[in-house]
């Protein structure tokens, strides 16, 4: 192993060591699981918020100045997640934070009390996944039947996400630097 590896590894164990949970943390832990979940979907919430303008500057900025139109009619093939795509492209400022305000709101919630009832990383992404997809489409006026599709859409793309993370952490790879 090369100076290089040695020397990332050991600023990452230092980093890892002087991160200690503040009495914030502390006292949320000591709290009723309704509690804690509140508190995970606020949080997830104010970064979905911030998620929310970063994509609205996007679709202002670089979809709208370079001209790109949305073809309505792949999108009408698409069903219900098609017509969520569309409300997103076409959504003010303020839809665009209150979706990503709910998509990672009800994600961080549904993690926080999957992970707390010791449910693995893979069922907690399906179900946060889900979850987070049905509320997204129920806020965003699409009926329940295209609403648990949209929810079954972004489960799969969790679950390849997952599939993915878990063949990185067990295929054979070697990278060292010499």
Do not use: Y
């Amino acid at each position: 192993m090369s100076c290089l590896a040695l020397d990332a590894e050991n600023t990452i164990q230092q980093i890892s060591a002087e991160r200690r949970p503040g009495e914030f943390e502390i006292w949320l832990s000591k709290q009723h699981i309704f509690v804690q979940a509140a508190f995970d979907t606020l949080r997830g919430s104010i970064w979905g918020a911030i998620d929310g303008v970063l994509v609205d500057f996007v679709v202002e900025h670089v979809l709208c100045a370079k001209g790109i139109k949305l073809d309505q009619v792949k999108l009408a093939r698409l069903g219900a997640f098609g017509s969520l795509l569309e409300s997103t492209a076409t959504a003010t400022r303020i839809r665009h934070v209150r979706n990503f305000a709910v998509l990672d709101g009800v994600r961080s919630g549904v993690s926080c009390v999957m992970k707390k009832f010791n449910h693995n990383d893979a069922h907690t992404s399906l179900a946060a996944a889900f979850g987070s997809g049905v509320v997204l489409s129920l806020v965003n006026g699409i009926k329940v039947p295209g609403a648990v599709a949209v929810g079954i859409v972004l489960a799969c793309v969790a679950s390849w996400e997952q599939t993915a993370i878990m063949l990185v952490r067990f295929l054979p790879f070697s990278c060292e630097i010499s």
